[in-house]
C-alpha cells in the first residue's frame, strides 16, 4: 500500500482574501471541517436530462438534494442558476453554494462539445455563492472558443475574489482517438489544462486502465495501478486542488473504495451527486455518514 500523498493546502495557493475566504468556509467551516470537500452536485438535469431521476422520483424535486446536502453535512451543493434562484432560499447562509456558470444538454453528441455560459460571476456573488463552476472540453474542436469563455470567467473571479472550480472534460472525436476520455492520457492532459487555466480546484473523473494502445506515447508503455495513476493526475494538477467524481451508480462498497483511492492520491475532496441522491433519503444519508467516517482520516 502506497503511502497519503500530502495536498496543497490554502497556504500553498496563490489566492486573493475573497477566494481564501470562500475556500475556508467550504474547507473547514462546512462539511468535514477538516480541509477535506464533499460537495454534492444537483447539475444532472441539465447535463443528462430527466432520465437520472427515474431511480429515486423524489430526487426530481431540488429540495430533496438540499435537505441532504444540509441533513448530511456537506461541503455544499453546486448547481444551475434557475436551481438556485428557485430553491435556494430557505436554505441560504446553512447550505454554501457553488454556481454552475456554463452547461449544456447531452441530445447532441459530443464530437464538438461546448457549454455556453448559462449565468455568470456576478450571479454567483449576487447570490451568495462560496464558488463557481465551470465546464470545459478539453480536446473539443470547440475548445477554442470554450477557453476564450473561460479565460473571461477566470478574469470574472480574480475581479470578485471567487474560487473558480473547472469541471474537466476530455470530449471529441481527437480524445476518442487517443483512447478515450477516460484514458489516463486524457485525465492527466485535462488535469494539467485547468492548472494552466487558472482554476482553483478541478473536478476529474478517475481514470480507467485499459490497455491504452491508442494513447499517446509513453502512456501505453507505462504500468500504472489505480492509484498510481491518480498520483500521476493530482500530480499534473499542481497548485491546483483536485476532486474525483463519482460518476454513475455503483455500489457501496465500489463508491468507498473509489473515494479512499483518492485521498490517498492526494485529492482534496469528493464530488458525488448520483451516487448518492438517485438513492432513497435514508439510505443517502447512510452512505453519506460512512463516506464522513473514512474522510476522518485525512484531516489537514
Not at 34 to 54: A, K, M, R, S, Y
Not at 60 to 78: M, Q, R, V
Not at 91 to 107: E, H, S
Request: charged letters at 25%.
Amino acid at each position: 500500500m502506497l503511502t497519503k500523498v500530502p495536498r496543497p493546502t490554502l497556504d500553498d495557493l496563490a489566492l486573493s482574501l475573497g477566494k481564501r475566504a470562500r475556500l475556508h468556509r467550504l474547507l473547514y467551516e462546512y462539511g468535514p471541517g477538516n480541509g477535506t470537500l464533499l460537495l454534492l452536485p444537483i447539475d444532472q438535469g441539465l447535463e443528462h436530462g430527466p432520465v437520472d431521476f427515474f431511480d429515486n422520483p423524489d430526487s426530481i424535486d431540488p429540495d430533496f438534494e438540499f435537505k441532504l446536502a444540509l441533513e448530511g453535512n456537506y461541503s455544499g451543493i453546486a448547481l444551475h442558476f434557475g436551481l438556485a434562484r428557485k430553491y435556494f432560499r430557505q436554505y441560504a447562509g446553512k447550505v454554501p453554494l457553488v454556481l454552475k456558470i456554463n452547461g449544456k444538454t447531452n441530445i447532441p453528441d459530443d464530437n464538438e462539445a461546448f457549454s455556453p455560459m448559462t449565468a455568470c460571476v456576478e450571479d454567483a456573488v449576487r447570490m451568495g455563492a462560496d464558488a463557481v463552476g465551470y465546464t470545459l472540453y478539453v480536446g473539443s474542436p470547440a475548445q477554442s472558443a470554450d477557453i476564450d469563455q473561460l479565460n473571461r470567467v477566470r478574469q470574472d473571479c480574480d475581479r470578485y475574489g471567487m474560487p473558480l472550480i473547472v469541471w474537466a472534460y476530455p470530449r471529441g472525436k481527437a480524445v476518442k482517438e487517443k483512447g478515450g476520455q477516460d484514458s489516463l492520457y486524457a485525465v492527466d492532459y485535462a488535469a494539467r489544462v485547468a492548472c494552466e487555466m487558472g482554476a482553483d480546484v478541478v473536478k476529474l473523473n478517475v481514470p480507467k486502465l485499459t490497455d491504452g494502445d491508442k494513447q499517446p506515447k509513453p502512456y501505453p508503455t507505462e504500468k500504472f495501478t489505480e492509484e498510481e495513476a491518480l498520483r500521476k493526475v493530482v500530480k499534473s494538477a499542481g497548485r491546483t486542488l483536485v476532486l474525483i467524481s463519482g460518476g454513475s451508480k455503483i455500489s457501496d462498497e465500489d463508491l468507498l473504495h473509489k473515494a479512499r483511492l483518492g485521498m490517498d492520491a492526494g485529492v482534496t475532496g469528493l464530488i458525488f451527486g448520483r451516487n448518492v441522491w438517485q438513492r432513497r433519503f435514508d439510505d443517502a444519508m447512510a452512505i453519506t455518514q460512512r463516506i464522513h467516517e473514512m474522510l476522518k482520516a485525512y484531516s489537514a
